[in-house]
C-alpha cells in the first residue's frame, strides 16, 4: 500500500515539475530570465516585383472653334472619364532609420486598356470627344512605418503618361465640312498614395495600394478646331515583390 501511495506521489510531483518548466521562461544558473525571441523582420535593400490593378479618370476634354466661316463659334466641354484594367512592374529601395521609420525610393511602370468616348451637340455640330492611355509611370519617395512584418506608408512623386485624344465633327454645314483635331502627348504631373506592405517568409512581399495621379492639362491647337485636356487617375493596385 504504501509503495502504491509512493509511486502516485512521485508520478504526481514529476508532472507538476513538468508542467511548471513548460509554462517558466529559461532561468539561468546566474538568476537572469532568458526569453527565446525571433529577431524583427528588416525591410533594408532592394526589391522588385509585379502589379495588377483597376483605374479610371476624372479627366475634361474642352473643345472650341473659331473658324471664320461659322456664324456661331462653338464651345463644348466633355468629361470622357476612362476607365480600365492595368498591369506592369515595379521596383525600389527601402533603409530602415530610428524608431521603425522607413524611408525608400521606387520606380513602376504600367499598361493597360483605359479608354472612353463621349459625343454631344453645340451648334450645328455633334461633336465627339476620346482619349486613350497608353501607359503610366512614377518615380516616387515612400514614408513608412516598419511595425515587424507589417509596414503602413505613405508615398509622393513625378507621375507621367502617354495620352492620346481627338475631337472631331460628325456632321457640319455644307461651308465648313468636317473638323477635327487629334494628338498623342506625354503628360507629367504627380502622385500621392498610401499603401500596406507584408512580408510573408523573409523575400516575398505582398502589397495593396490606392494612388491618385494628377497630370495636369495639356492644349493643343488647330487651324479650325482647338482644344484642350485636364487628366487625372485614381488608380487600386494590389502586387507581389521579392526582397534581396
Excluded at 492611355?133 to 512623386?157: C, I, N, Q
Excluded at 503618361?161 to 483635331?181: D, E, M, Q
Excluded at 506592405?197 to 478646331?225: F, P
Amino acid at each position: 500500500m504504501k509503495i502504491k501511495a509512493i509511486i502516485a506521489v512521485s508520478a504526481l510531483a514529476v508532472a507538476a515539475a513538468t508542467n511548471a518548466e513548460a509554462a517558466d521562461p529559461y532561468v539561468s544558473q546566474y538568476g537572469s530570465t532568458n526569453y527565446a525571441m525571433a529577431p524583427a523582420f528588416s525591410w533594408n535593400g532592394f526589391y522588385v516585383g509585379g502589379q495588377i490593378g483597376k483605374s479610371w479618370s476624372s479627366s475634361t476634354v474642352h473643345s472650341y472653334s473659331d473658324h471664320l466661316d461659322l456664324k456661331d463659334s462653338f464651345t463644348k466641354s466633355f468629361s470622357p472619364d476612362a476607365n480600365g484594367f492595368i498591369g506592369g512592374l515595379y521596383a525600389g529601395y527601402n533603409f530602415t532609420l530610428t524608431n521603425n521609420l522607413l524611408l525608400g525610393a521606387e520606380t513602376d511602370w504600367v499598361w493597360g486598356d483605359i479608354k472612353e468616348q463621349e459625343s454631344g451637340t453645340r451648334d450645328k455640330y455633334d461633336i465627339n470627344a476620346a482619349l486613350k492611355e497608353k501607359w503610366a509611370g512614377a518615380t516616387r519617395a515612400r514614408l513608412g512605418f516598419a511595425a515587424d512584418r507589417w509596414l503602413p506608408y505613405v508615398a509622393l512623386g513625378v507621375a507621367y503618361t502617354k495620352v492620346s485624344s481627338n475631337v472631331n465633327t460628325k456632321t457640319a454645314n455644307a461651308t465648313v465640312g468636317k473638323l477635327s483635331g487629334s494628338d498623342s502627348d506625354t503628360l507629367t504631373g504627380w502622385t500621392l498614395g498610401a499603401g500596406l506592405d507584408y512580408a510573408m517568409g523573409d523575400n516575398i512581399i505582398l502589397r495593396a495600394e490606392y494612388r491618385y495621379n494628377d497630370y495636369g492639362d495639356k492644349s493643343y491647337g488647330h487651324e479650325n478646331l482647338g482644344y484642350k485636356v485636364d487628366y487625372k487617375t485614381n488608380d487600386i493596385r494590389v502586387g507581389v515583390a521579392y526582397k534581396f
